[in-house]
């Protein structure tokens, strides 16, 4: 049977040991929250999310474990991969949930598997996408479908629309959200760069920003390695030719030391050596004055980011960028009367309102994570989203690290708690030299296993600070013990990319901490438990790839192959190429430079 939204809510309180006495400390009471569990009244969608921020709960985390239509993500990787008959299934409007456009992108994604494509199912999503004016994820799901395929023309109608709305997607962006991004972005390199007959200055220039200015992070080493590629290439404009090329050279040569020089998602591959070879063949074709029927504008002079104070005017802002009338909510179920209402109070909107509107508007449960927390200013209570650690330097985490510890000793938060622990632990990889072996490392990696091994069920909150919870462990058979707790945990939420590079990154720190103490038999077991199936290529991001060949230089280590040193020295100089900065290798450099010095 399945559970409702708020047993979902109250199962996961449970098992993250939240009180009800600190729920009501968020102005919930608990008979009001009891009324809500046991579906007796419904909960204002403002109320839902403060209670989620303390579970360290996303949206998106909530629709898999609740596991109804209306709150499933819709990925490219769910699509090309799923069950052929479900997927005919949805095509054929099994679930009365799904939207037109819905059942629209599985019949194509189905024609796509069966190599059965054709105009007309081109033709029906690019209709859908050229009357929006921003898209949201399920418009950039029907957009990275049809990129590969549609003409050039329409392609850049719609990819003026992705740029001007890329500042949704700012501090936000997930491995689903990266695989479309990178789509899209591979496309437009394919279709106005790489075929003569589309070049232009405007087109050249376009894609040039579009890219550059595209969010990303340290591990989407991808999208950084194409920044770096449409940085060197937009530095030709000034004739910086001799440098240009050098640099290029190097940044190929690394790329191709890691066989990401051809790169791959699951709808095209992109050769970035091709691409430097024809721009050095016909570099002046890149930078013709334009002649073409579609005119690009300059990436300047897009629509500027909206920013809003509350839900209701990002509401507002979807129905009218998705030209939705005040007539087809009504018949979606919610009143002209409560939604101009919710435009204007911040806790008017239900949540049954909510997942009707959601419907409606074609939103996903991560275009509530996205969409909603990026575009709202009065953030306050994300303590997860706030301080992402991508975006702090080094010197600034012990000063985070005490700042999510006292607010967490007044308020007893969880997230608190778990900011806490994350901060700290990157304040002794990335500032204090040996911190890895020391017994302060050993001693917060206990407090860390105590709390996770007390819970069921985690979300990403917790896988993100698992990575910091063995490096206690003296011995195999509590090296054995977590990696039977982490595959529980890992079986009971449904993580698309749990495969290398999520089990890699849990496992890495511990490894290296075991070989630079001298323990192999704990450091053979390690590696042991941490090894992962093969996956198709095109869904291990180039991060993922970077930490295997890691573990393949640690085991060399472990058995004394004399190579080593030498290998895990070009290693790092090519992740310090590849990253596009220091700030990934520098920790590495610090921790392992003493290995091949020795």
């Not at 054929?92 to 939207?99: A, F, G, H, L, P």
């Not at 890219?211 to 770096?228: A, D, G, K, S, V």
């Not at 009143?335 to 996903?364: C, R, V």
């Not at 054995?480 to 890495?508: C, G, H, P, S």
Request: charged share 25%.
């Amino acid at each position: 049977m399945l559970k409702t939204i708020g047993q979902v809510i109250n199962d996961v309180r449970r098992e993250k040991h939240i009180s009800l006495a600190q729920i009501a400390d968020l102005g919930i009471s608990k008979s009001r929250y009891y009324r809500f569990i046991d579906g007796e009244i419904d909960m204002p969608m403002f109320d839902i999310m403060t209670i989620m921020d303390v579970l360290t709960l996303s949206f998106a985390e909530l629709g898999q474990l609740t596991n109804k239509a209306c709150l499933q993500d819709i990925t490219l990787h769910w699509l090309l991969t799923t069950d052929i008959a479900e997927l005919t299934d949805r095509a054929n409007e099994s679930d009365e949930q799904d939207t037109d456009f819905r059942r629209l992108i599985f019949a194509y994604a189905l024609a796509l598997r069966e190599d059965n494509i054709n105009r007309d199912q081109d033709e029906a999503i690019f209709q859908r996408l050229v009357t929006l004016e921003a898209f949201t994820l399920i418009d950039l799901v029907g957009f990275a479908l049809i990129a590969p395929t549609i003409s050039a023309d329409k392609f850049k109608l719609l990819y003026v629309r992705y740029a001007a709305g890329m500042a949704n997607f700012q501090n936000f962006l997930n491995s689903d959200i990266y695989d479309l991004v990178l789509t899209i972005h591979m496309a437009a390199i394919d279709k106005l760069l790489l075929q003569p007959e589309n070049r232009s200055y405007n087109s050249t220039m376009f894609v040039i920003e579009t890219i550059l200015n595209q969010y990303t992070e340290p591990q989407y080493m991808e999208l950084r390695l194409l920044q770096q590629v449409m940085q060197l290439l937009k530095t030709t404009t000034d004739g910086v030719t001799f440098t240009t090329t050098n640099r290029m050279t190097t940044l190929l040569l690394s790329a191709k030391t890691h066989q990401i020089a051809v790169m791959k998602t699951r709808l095209m591959s992109l050769d970035l050596s091709a691409l430097w070879t024809e721009f050095q063949v016909g570099a002046s074709k890149f930078w013709v004055k334009p002649n073409e029927h579609v005119q690009l504008p300059k990436f300047s002079t897009l629509p500027p980011e909206e920013m809003f104070n509350h839900y209701g005017d990002v509401f507002r802002w979807i129905i009218k960028q998705k030209h939705v009338t005040p007539g087809m909510v009504v018949d979606a179920g919610v009143s002209t009367y409560k939604l101009y209402k919710a435009y204007n109070e911040n806790g008017y909107l239900q949540l049954e309102e909510l997942l009707k509107l959601m419907h409606l508007l074609d939103l996903m449960p991560s275009d509530i994570d996205v969409v909603l927390r990026r575009r709202l200013i009065n953030v306050t209570n994300s303590t997860w989203y706030q301080y992402s650690w991508q975006h702090i330097q080094p010197l600034g985490y012990d000063a985070l690290a005490r700042s999510m510890q006292l607010k967490y000793e007044t308020d007893h938060q969880r997230k608190d708690l778990e900011a806490y622990f994350e901060f700290k632990a990157l304040d002794g990889l990335f500032v204090h030299q040996n911190w890895l072996q020391s017994p302060a490392a050993a001693e917060l990696s206990k407090t860390i296993s105590d709390e996770l091994m007390a819970m069921e069920t985690w979300t990403y909150a917790e896988f993100r600070v698992a990575r910091y919870a063995m490096l206690h462990i003296e011995n195999p058979a509590g090296i054995q013990m977590w990696a039977q707790l982490l595959n529980r945990a890992m079986r009971k939420v449904d993580q698309r990319y749990i495969n290398r590079n999520t089990v890699l990154d849990i496992f890495e720190w511990p490894l290296l901490r075991a070989i630079l103490l001298g323990k192999r038999e704990l450091a053979e077991t390690l590696l042991q438990v941490a090894q992962v199936p093969d996956t198709d290529p095109a869904d291990v991001m180039v991060f993922g790839r970077g930490q295997q060949r890691l573990f393949d230089i640690y085991a060399a280590i472990l058995h004394d192959h004399p190579h080593v040193r030498r290998d895990l020295q070009e290693h790092l100089s090519d992740f310090v190429v590849l990253a596009g900065d220091r700030k990934f290798s520098d920790a590495y450099q610090k921790i392992l430079r003493p290995m091949w010095e020795e």
